[in-house]
């Protein structure tokens, strides 16, 4: 059955974390054609703005009846107070949400050990550990009270396997994992789903913000191989949140065909 098509998600209404481009702006896109509301928040709310328009076209053009109302807000997801007070600025219509998608994620740097920056290090920590639990926890308390829900959290193959020159990213992406999987277990007399998608190569901006800019640099992470893209890891996003009440996606690890683990691919000769 086709993601597009899914009725479960219909009238549904998605916050989604990260939603100004890459993964997160795919899964918006892909929730609306879904027929889903979707609440989309990141720092940047004219490239947000952008992806709401973008879902109201892709919504119209997929034809459904239910769901449509797309809503930009911004939200800096290391910033405590703007979570605190992130539920006021969701309209009330919309204060029912069925999932919750914690893709923000943040990476900067190559540096091992010894070199590494402390500014550096506090960052990462606080948007992708941090304030994951942060707004999760913000959630929880009325996805129990209403006896429904889902929680959606974008790992990575470095939550899995750590590699050389990724130290902080690989520890903050190993406490997701943690963290998603005590989540799991606490809420197993409940309806509520949990799940972590673990993606490998993905060609988006992300692999440009780690080398601080140098494009060059990011493209050749994915030199000679094909790596997955951001509609890939939607795909699974949305089929993870579509699947029956009673069946849980508890782990979804999604690689690129010519990649095994985060240090052995395999690439195509560069002449």
């Excluded at 086709?2 to 997160?24: D, E, Q, W």
């Excluded at 969701?90 to 994620?105: C, F, K, M, S």
């Excluded at 639990?133 to 889902?150: E, M, N, P, V």
């Excluded at 990011?218 to 069946?247: F, N, T």
Aim: proline share 3%.
């Amino acid at each position: 059955m086709s993601v597009f098509n899914a009725s479960r998600l219909l009238g549904k209404t998605v916050v989604i974390t990260g939603a100004s481009s890459g993964i997160g702006a795919a899964t918006a896109v892909l929730f609306a054609k879904g027929g889903a509301n979707v609440i989309l928040t990141a720092r940047r709310i004219d490239a947000l703005t952008n992806v709401a328009e973008d879902c109201a076209t892709a919504h119209k053009e997929a034809g459904v009846q239910y769901g449509g109302n797309f809503v930009a807000i911004p939200l800096d997801i290391s910033d405590k107070s703007q979570i605190a007070s992130f539920l006021e600025k969701v309209p009330t219509e919309l204060r029912d949400i069925d999932v919750l998608v914690n893709n923000a994620g943040y990476v900067v740097g190559v540096d091992r050990v010894g070199d590494l920056s402390l500014e550096n290090m506090e960052s990462m920590f606080a948007t992708n550990v941090f304030g994951l639990i942060a707004l999760t926890q913000l959630f929880i308390k009325d996805f129990k009270a209403r006896k429904t829900g889902h929680v959606i959290n974008l790992g990575s193959i470095a939550g899995r396997e750590p590699y050389a020159g990724g130290s902080i990213y690989c520890a903050t992406k190993h406490a997701v994992n943690a963290f998603t999987g005590a989540l799991m277990r606490e809420l197993v007399d409940t309806p509520i789903r949990v799940t972590e998608i673990q993606p490998g190569m993905v060609e988006t901006e992300f692999s440009v913000v780690r080398f601080k800019g140098d494009k060059s640099a990011a493209d050749k992470v994915y030199e000679g191989l094909q790596p997955l893209v951001a509609e890939d890891i939607a795909e699974e996003i949305v089929w993870a949140a579509s699947r029956p009440p009673h069946v849980n996606l508890a782990e979804v690890f999604v690689l690129p065909v010519n990649q095994a683990s985060a240090t052995i691919n395999y690439r195509t000769s560069r002449h």
